[in-house]
């Protein structure tokens, strides 16, 4: 029972470079999301999904892409890794999405990709 | 100024104290909130999940809203070394037509032993 799983734990890039941070979930969750984490600014909204084949922009999607080809898995992509993209990268996943109208679906988290560019 | 604001703390106290965690949110079109916590290295998890104003109790911890005052709290009773954590306030409304999901900044708690 893994829930939400985020491949590598940490790396360190060069200014730069490029790479790509996997999520997987087996909770056949329609939505994920991919937040990052900050000292001082809590947990910011990248991108998110509400479906396999669709993204959207979330609250800082500048430098970042993601691709949602299968529903399982939510990639995001560093294109030209900068120092200000230093941070700890959290993706959720819910069956509650961002028009529904409540219930009690938390998002479940993974337990974060930590990511330094030098 | 930040839609929600959190006192990041820290915050240490004995074990065994009541403890209490505060948010306050400037947009009245929040209506769910959520506390979450976050051991150190870890994902957060949903600690509790609120709606309407009141207060809502699961075990050792309650979670108190009040609208009217746009401030929800968290209360842990008989704090334990394993409670400490950092605890994040969430909060979730329809802003300009689109469902929008707000964290704090998190309060780091430390229960000592």
């Known amino acids: 029972?893994?829930?939400?799983?985020?491949?590598?734990?940490?790396?360190v890039l060069k200014t730069g470079q490029s790479m790509t941070l996997l999520c997987a979930q087996d909770m056949n969750h329609e939505y994920m999301y991919w937040y990052r984490q900050d000292p001082g600014m809590g947990l910011r909204l990248i991108h998110y999904s509400v479906g396999e084949g669709t993204t959207a922009k979330g609250e800082v999607p500048d430098g970042y892409n993601v691709s949602r080809l299968k529903k399982q898995n939510f990639l995001l992509g560093?294109?030209?890794?900068?120092?200000?993209?230093?941070?700890?990268?959290?993706?959720?996943?819910?069956?509650?999405?961002p028009r529904?109208?409540?219930?009690?679906?938390?998002?479940?988290?993974?337990?974060g990709t930590r990511l330094s560019i030098l | 100024?930040?839609?929600?604001?959190q006192d990041p703390g820290p915050l240490s106290v004995p074990e065994g104290a009541i403890v209490s965690l505060n948010c306050t949110y400037s947009n009245s079109a929040f209506q769910y909130f959520m506390w979450y916590r976050q051991y150190s290295r870890k994902g957060p998890e949903l600690l509790m999940y609120t709606y309407s104003s009141g207060n809502k109790e699961d075990g050792r911890f309650t979670a108190q809203v009040d609208k009217s005052s746009k401030y929800i709290s968290l209360f842990i009773r008989d704090s334990?070394?394993?409670?400490?954590a950092t605890y994040l306030c969430a909060m979730r409304g329809?802003?300009?037509?689109?469902?929008?999901?707000?964290?704090?900044?998190?309060?780091?708690?430390?229960?000592?032993?």
């Open chain 1, 1 to 11: 029972n893994a829930g939400v799983t985020q491949t590598p734990k940490f790396r």
């Open chain 2, 80 to 84: 334990q070394p394993s409670d400490s």
């Open chain 1, 100 to 111: 529904a109208t409540g219930s009690d679906q938390p998002q479940h988290f993974g337990d």
């Open chain 2, 94 to 113: 329809v802003i300009q037509g689109a469902q929008k999901l707000v964290f704090g900044q998190g309060t780091r708690l430390t229960i000592n032993p």
């Open chain 1, 78 to 97: 560093l294109e030209s890794a900068a120092p200000s993209q230093t941070s700890v990268y959290f993706c959720a996943s819910s069956s509650l999405g």
């Open chain 2, 1 to 5: 100024q930040k839609e929600v604001e």
